[in-house]
């Protein structure tokens, strides 16, 4: 089994840039099975969305709404990834989620971190 776990969330201004991370427990298994890696996000009383993933070969998709703004990334060999958010606009505002599947089909959550963009 794997645990993720989010770091980097906290309150910025409009127009200001944060970065997350996300690091996966199990370190061996997760070098070696962890395929897909995403984001997403949830706004009060909605349902979660994804914001972007990346293959474990390294590409990379957006939603809309972020595009050209976020940037997703990964580093295999420590089983983290990573979301570099500019340009944020207070409708970023939610609770960002690290999600990973494996080679198996099994699904990771992490517990979410608190985005805060005030106007």
């Known amino acids: 089994q794997v645990q993720l776990a989010e770091s980097g969330g906290g309150l910025v201004q409009a127009g200001e840039s944060l970065g997350l991370s996300c690091t996966a427990s199990?370190?061996?298994?997760?070098?070696?099975?962890?395929?897909?890696m995403r984001w997403y996000r949830q706004h009060p009383g909605k349902q979660r969305e994804l914001v972007a993933s990346?293959?474990?070969?390294?590409?990379?998709r957006y939603a809309d709404s972020v595009e050209g703004r976020f940037t997703i990334s990964r580093d295999n060999a420590k089983a983290t990834v990573f979301l570099q958010m500019n340009s944020l606009k207070p409708e970023d505002t939610a609770v960002y989620y690290c999600?990973?599947?494996?080679?198996?089909?099994?699904?990771?959550w992490g517990q979410g971190t608190q985005v805060t963009v005030s106007s």
């Open positions: 999600n990973a599947d494996d080679y198996a089909y099994s699904e990771f």
């Open positions: 990346v293959t474990r070969g390294g590409r990379t």
């Open positions: 199990n370190l061996h298994f997760a070098i070696n099975n962890l395929n897909n």
